[in-house]
């Protein structure tokens, strides 16, 4: 089965849609609210307050570089994660080098996305929004889970309609610990023993 009709059985368009837009909400949140936005951020944008010309002079900082997000970046930004997870070097930056690391050729990530993108989209990475709504009278989120419960749901929903143990599956000890006596998968290995 292809990859991406497998990544869409487990987590389906609707969620990178939702994701999408929760980023591109927070991103402007974050601007049109500077107490909202990190310090450096906070420092450029009072810097651009009623001067036309100052974006100029913050023409080098990459974060008011930003164009709003499409499904398909998401996508992209999501399967670097992945490439990255596979073959892990000592920072993010080492993936943009012009160094070959096995089978990846020196520009193998800057040919999806610029590591400026990839980091401005990390950095306003969001779920779920908590609107005032959402907090209890002492400040403290109503769910703990909140902002990522979408994830948590798509995940419960998705995970039972297309994950089926059957019964010759085993778990390695030696990678996931389990004494316990109810998992079916391990009365199984038992009963091979």
């Not at 810097?47 to 002079?57: F, I, N, Q, V």
């Not at 073959?87 to 096995?102: E, K």
Request: aromatic share 12%; charged share 25%; hydrophobic share 35%.
């Amino acid at each position: 089965m292809h990859p991406v009709l497998v990544l869409e059985r487990f987590l389906p368009m609707s969620f990178w849609t939702q994701f999408t837009q929760e980023t591109n909400a927070y991103r402007e949140r974050q601007t049109k609210n500077p107490d909202l936005a990190d310090a450096d951020e906070a420092d450029v944008l009072e810097g651009l307050e009623g001067r036309p010309h100052a974006k100029a002079a913050w023409k080098n900082d990459y974060d008011l570089s930003w164009v709003p997000l499409s499904v398909g970046s998401t996508l992209k930004w999501f399967g670097l994660h992945v490439g990255m997870a596979i073959r892990p070097r000592h920072n993010t930056a080492a993936y943009w080098d012009q160094d070959v690391y096995g089978c990846l050729t020196p520009d193998a990530y800057s040919n999806y996305m610029s590591r400026n993108r990839f980091n401005l989209i990390t950095k306003y990475m969001y779920l779920n929004y908590a609107a005032a709504e959402h907090f209890d009278a002492n400040g403290k989120l109503l769910d703990p889970y909140h902002k990522v419960r979408p994830l948590i749901d798509i995940c419960k929903k998705t995970w039972l309609e297309n994950w089926h143990i059957e019964r010759f599956n085993c778990v390695d000890e030696g990678k996931v610990p389990y004494s316990g006596t109810v998992c079916p998968v391990r009365s199984v290995t038992l009963m091979s023993e």
